[in-house]
């Protein structure tokens, strides 16, 4: 199946952190970007980071900045968000995107998502 997969959600109290993993192996691209999006209940889906094919950082959305650092490993063909300081906020489905084009989310494929949860 050609989508990437995602992992390492779980629940997790405020102020703690999580490392998600986009296993991307199964993408017949090279040198593409990719993208974290997240959607909570009752919300649209929102852009929250992305990287290039080389390791450099294109955005990261204001909520998150400084909190989360998104990186790969070319290698593994695994991306990561790794996600600190955790607000009860960040609660939502986060899902991978690749290759990633826009924040908008309308191109490329797209994983099951994984979830996360902050409790207070």
């Known amino acids: 199946q050609v989508q990437p997969v995602e992992s390492g959600g779980g629940l997790v109290q405020a102020g703690g952190s999580l490392r998600l993993s986009c296993a991307t192996s199964?993408?017949?691209?090279?040198?593409?970007?990719v993208g974290w999006f997240r959607q909570a209940p009752g919300k649209e889906r929102e852009f929250v980071a992305a990287i290039t094919w080389s390791g450099i950082t294109i955005r990261y959305a204001d909520s998150v900045k400084g909190r989360f650092t998104i990186s790969r490993d070319n290698a593994k063909k695994t991306a990561y968000l790794q996600m600190n300081s955790l607000k009860l906020e960040d609660t939502a489905v986060y899902y991978c995107?690749?290759?990633?084009?826009?924040?908008?989310?309308?191109?490329?494929?797209w994983g099951q998502g994984t979830q996360v949860t902050v409790s207070s």
């Open positions: 995107n690749a290759p990633f084009v826009s924040e908008s989310g309308r191109e490329g494929y």
């Open positions: 199964a993408l017949p691209f090279t040198n593409y970007r």
